[in-house]
């Protein structure tokens, strides 16, 4: 089997082949389109087993993989963690194409269950509505503490409770405030109150849209208690698939929620991990505190417990989060096992 390492860049791709043993076969450099796509393929093909082993930037890699997979070819994704320890612990010193593409392909030759490259799907479609959602209610949070700075100048008096500059009534009496009052000040304020509404407009669009599709996607992770629209969008889009991960130990190892050991002689303990996807992390953290908070009951018992037993309530709010992990993983295999028989009744009526 030969291992074809790709060091991707928004121009170009360098691609090095190894062998069974790690040692370099041949190493070419394509252009970073459809038509370079093709010559790598190309070249590719004097091995007759071959896969190719990208470093996973999928803002690089996205189109390299659906024109290889469109191809017939087979591919993997490389942590960039496992590449950069590999290029550290090799003999050949500095940093280049060749040499980070040869690191990719030999640590896809020493890691045998890395994930598989595939076409992206509607989780693709929902992971960049939840993006574009934050980003345009990060962009009103910018905005709308410019305006209150401007509407202090203007009304030194005026009391605006937290989080009312999201509401249509508080925006219309803002705009009747302002309509009356001249000078540049005002006018910045007034173009700020229309264009906080019109982001708030497009959110609340976008949570709709966003709540359909997991309504269709994730029935059953949108059941559990403390699971929000919005949580299960993240946890669906930022997963891209629950099938790649071999285990829930996996799945919570990815996402930050499983301790790292920490051995030293006899004694065996474990540490938080400062790792793993944030995104995930932070979900699952948010339904765990829903939880906390009485929803659903299981939550808020099993950290009473853990506090029962000695655990201070951060420490039991992370053995929730982990126990989530799991009860989540469960949840999205279901899920991904409905929609896949769904498609497949389809396709055998459609034939």
């Known amino acids: 089997m030969v291992v074809i390492g790709v060091d991707a860049h928004k121009r170009s ?30 070249w590719a093909a004097r091995w007759q087993e071959r896969i190719f082993a990208l470093e996973d930037c999928r803002h690089l890699t996205r189109r390299l993989e659906i024109d290889l997979l469109a191809a017939g070819e087979a591919a993997v994704r490389v942590p960039p963690h496992l590449m950069a320890g590999v290029r550290k612990g090799g003999r050949e010193r500095g940093k280049s194409d060749p040499i980070d593409a040869l690191a990719i392909a030999r640590a896809a030759l020493r890691e045998p269950d890395l994930p598989v490259a595939r076409l992206d799907g509607e989780a693709r479609e929902l992971r960049l509505l939840v993006d574009h959602r934050e980003d345009l209610v990060a962009e009103r949070t910018r905005i709308q503490c410019r305006l209150r700075w401007h509407l202090h100048e203007l ?54 849209e966003i709540t359909t599709i997991v309504r269709r996607l994730a029935p059953s992770l949108l059941a559990m208690p403390g699971c929000g629209a919005l949580s299960a969008a993240k946890l669906v889009g930022e997963t891209a698939g629950a099938g790649r991960f071999r285990s829930k130990a996996a799945y919570a190892r990815w996402n930050g929620t499983a301790p790292i050991p920490v051995w030293s002689g006899n004694s065996t303990r474990h540490r938080l991990t400062r790792g793993g996807n944030r995104q995930i992390n932070a979900a699952l953290h948010r339904i765990a505190v829903t939880q906390l908070r009485g929803v659903g009951g299981l939550g808020q018992a099993y950290v009473e417990r853990r506090m029962a037993a000695g655990d201070t309530k951060v420490e039991a709010l992370r053995a929730l989060r982990r126990r989530l992990s799991d009860e989540v993983f469960r949840r999205l295999l279901a899920d991904e096992t409905a929609n896949a028989g769904v498609a497949h009744e389809e396709l055998a009526e459609a034939a």
């Open 13 to 42: 791709h360098t691609l090095v082949a190894i062998d069974h043993a790690g040692r370099k076969l041949a190493e070419k450099t394509v252009l970073a389109t459809p038509e370079g796509h093709l010559v790598a393929a190309r």
């Open 155 to 208: 009304f030194p008096g005026l009391v605006i409770p937290s989080r009312s500059l999201r509401r249509y009534n508080v925006l219309a009496e803002l705009e009747e405030r302002l309509a009356g009052q001249e000078g540049t000040v005002a006018g910045i304020a007034r173009e700020l109150v229309a264009r906080c509404r019109e982001l708030t407009l497009r959110a609340r669009d976008l949570e709709r």
